[in-house]
């Protein structure tokens, strides 16, 4: 455990330094589709380069701050889980599989959490020269300047599932309990009022959880579901989310107050007073069909 209380601010700088570097390896690599390697299965991927910006951002920042502990998805193991220490929470490259497939919508996640609590946020989308972050209790910017949600004071009310452009992830697993529970509630939010559904606007998979947070975060979409992922796709957005005036409940039903590792997720975006927050959360729980369980493993 670390002696000092972390200085957020200068974290946050440093992360962002680390995330303009990362998104030079990122944006002069070439990785061939089938030249990849796969973790679990087919849809399960992982590059040299992921494996090259998690050495360079853990060497970075294990030199910097030799305190604080470090968990990075291509270095995690389950006998060394998250604890309460101060912990930077890194994806070296979130969307990898927009990554190899050259569609523009992946990027570096940088979190550091404290107590299990997400504390400071940097994500970079080196495509788009996007940056979102984050520092608890200061707000959420993009580009360091643009206050979130983008349109601030205008930003409209939540009016239920109905109107709702929401977030989805197919993941990686294609079979199993966890896969029929994503499947049928897909159907459920999709399908029209008469039948039963929720006829949500539509849904969007962008193949990244980090950039998911901050469009939820940042009010161009109204809600995000996630199960199978981990802590740190949502770690550095789950502060930019949050200090953007959204919210953070469970991907199952019941738990207004998942832990960062929990492995489900349900993100809503801010509105005036919050007004409508818990209403589409619970409105979305109540279309979930079945039950989302994930190991550490
Ligand atoms: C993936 C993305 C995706 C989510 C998957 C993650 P990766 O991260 O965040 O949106 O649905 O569960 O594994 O593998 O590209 O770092």
Not at 3 to 31: C, D, R, W, Y
Not at 237 to 260: F, H, K, S
Not at 266 to 292: C, D, M, N, Y
């Amino acid at each position: 455990m670390a002696e000092e209380t972390p200085n957020l601010s200068e974290v946050h700088e440093f992360l962002i330094e680390l995330a303009g570097k990362a998104g030079e390896l990122i944006t002069s690599a070439h990785p061939l589709i089938n030249g990849v390697g796969s973790k679990k299965n087919s849809s399960d991927l992982v590059t040299e380069t992921d494996r090259a910006v998690e050495a360079v951002v853990s060497d970075a920042l294990r030199t910097k701050y030799p305190d604080y502990e470090f968990m990075g998805e291509e270095t995690y193991h389950p006998s060394k889980p998250l604890t309460e220490a101060p912990t930077f929470i890194v994806d070296p490259i979130d969307g990898t599989v927009n990554f190899v497939h050259g569609f523009p919508s992946a990027c570096i996640s940088l979190g550091f959490a404290v107590g299990y609590e997400p504390m400071v946020g940097v994500v970079f989308n080196p495509f788009t020269n996007t940056l979102y972050s984050a520092i608890k209790g200061q707000g959420a910017f993009m580009n360091r300047t643009k206050k979130l949600p983008l349109k601030g004071d205008d930003v409209e009310p939540l009016n239920g599932l109905s109107s709702a452009l929401i977030a989805v992830e197919w993941g990686s697993d294609r079979s199993g309990a966890n896969w029929e529970t994503k499947l049928r509630t897909f159907e459920s939010l999709g399908k029209s009022k008469e039948q039963g559904g929720a006829m949500v606007h539509s849904m969007r998979s962008m193949g990244s959880a980090a950039l998911n947070l901050c469009s939820v975060a940042s009010g161009v979409l109204d809600l995000y579901w996630e199960g199978g992922c981990w802590a740190w796709d949502v770690c550095a957005g789950w502060i930019i989310l949050t200090e953007a005036g959204g919210i953070m409940a469970d991907g199952n039903p019941g738990n207004w107050q998942p832990r960062v590792d929990s492995r489900r997720y349900l993100a809503v975006r801010g509105s005036p007073k919050g007004e409508g927050q818990t209403e589409l959360v619970e409105e979305f729980w109540s279309h979930i069909k079945g039950t989302l369980s994930y190991s550490d493993e």
